[in-house]
């Protein structure tokens, strides 16, 4: 399948808003007496089934962990073994790629069938003399170099990795990731075994203890991959995250490749690969472990540009998600999704216009308290699950509290981007993190702990 274009993203978005605009202000026309009965009925519907999703997903196969581990003094066979690529597009990046690079050398795997690729996209800091010195100590290493202005951000480097590497499949890091020497022999097994697609690692926080923004974003990403769990378990989707993302060679190729016209990458090929009728799964152990943003700036810059990505998504791949290329339960997890997420904060802002405007009492507020209700749920079971890595926050109330607190950022983000989709010119950048650098200490993965 080739690549979404986005042809008509304004026109999308323009629809879309003036839907959610007429839907939030639809119940304040309505009898005082029956204004409530859209929230509640979608208060339980949705909530229903995000709680159900929930509470699924311990009971299938996670880790890797499954009899075909190796022991310290053997290895994999080498026939048994994909040949990966493993393939980071780095930018200015000179705080974290040596330590990368030493790290992804000490992977363990059979000799011949792991190659190392960093894409250097124009780089202005130290990060190609960083790259230059790592050459030397690591000969194996395989350095990319593009112009900074070669167009395409993170997807065109991705891009050109694709072309120059021939591995089976591709491991996709972002420069701050971190792996345990033996990630690979344990999620290869995974991956095949299993007869997914793709495969995307859970994501732990290297830096929680930093302040508390730090910290609810680490209990996020366990409450992103409980909330993947259990949509695979129900019958929907899971999607790739970028970093720690395992890619089948075939089947990228098939799908036109990483997307250009995107600014995320990830998202965009979830949708692409899933419409191929891929399968992809999640694994909770072992995690790959990366920085946090510690501001609150850098965490608006962020989740506008995931905000943008996940619409643009929605809007260049619907006819295909509503098809019957998907099945029944993959529709109505995409539904859903698509719902709480995105629409469910544009709603609420109409509504709160309306009730301001007409005198009126909202109406959507027992649909906003049902969906934050069951996040506390997901941040309650993903934080208390066993984990690898580091260590997960503790969900006590405090910081349950906190993390639902946090979580309302994106009632802000989903309507401005959502505007700014609208109304302003288009913009596609590389608007990469920063990464400090900080470090982790990383032993290697023991089953059960």
Known sequence: MVAGTGDHRRGKTVVFLAACGWAGAAPHWLDPSRSLIPAVTLAMLLGGYALRTLLRGLHQRTSSDDGRQIDDQSSIAAELCPSVDVVVAARDEEAVVTRLVERLSALRYPDGRLTLCVVDD???????????????????????????????????????????????????????????????????????????????MRKAVTNASSNWLTRVQAMEMAFDAQLQDGRLAGGGVAELRGNGELLRRDLLEACGGFNEDTVTDDLDLSFRLILQGARIGILWDPPVQE???????????????????????????????????????????????????????????????????????????????????????????????????????????????????????????????????????????????????????????????
């Open 122 to 200: 124009g780089s202005e800091d130290h990060t190609p003399d960083r790259l230059a010195e790592l050459q030397i100590r690591f000969p194996a290493l395989r350095v990319i170099r593009r112009p900074r202005n070669a167009g395409g951000g993170k997807s065109g480097a991705l891009n050109a990795a694709l072309a120059q590497t021939q591995g089976e499949w591709l491991l996709i890091l972002d420069a701050d990731a971190q792996l345990s020497a033996d990630q690979l022999e344990r999620l290869m097994p995974f991956a095949t075994s299993g007869d997914w697609s793709a495969v995307q």
């Open 291 to 449: 920085e946090a943003v510690e501001s609150l700036q850098a965490l608006w810059k962020q989740r506008q540009r995931w905000a943008e990505g996940g619409l643009q998504r929605f809007f260049d791949y619907w006819p295909g998600l509503i098809s019957s290329r998907l099945t029944h339960a993959q529709r109505r997890d995409m539904a859903c999704f698509f719902l709480l997420q995105y629409a469910l904060p544009v709603v609420s802002w109409a509504d709160l216009l309306t009730s301001v405007i007409s005198r009126t009492t909202p109406a959507y507020w027992p649909l906003s308290i049902v969906a934050f209700s069951v996040s506390g749920v997901a941040y309650w079971r993903g934080c208390r699950r066993p984990s690898e890595g580091p260590e997960l926050p503790s969900p006590g109330l405090f910081n349950l509290l906190l993390g639902i607190a946090y979580l309302s950022h994106w009632f802000l983000v989903i309507p401005w981007v959502t505007l700014r989709m609208a109304f302003l010119p288009k913009r596609l950048v590389w608007a990469k993190t920063t990464h400090s650098g900080q470090e982790e200490t990383l032993q290697a993965s023991e089953p059960g702990i």
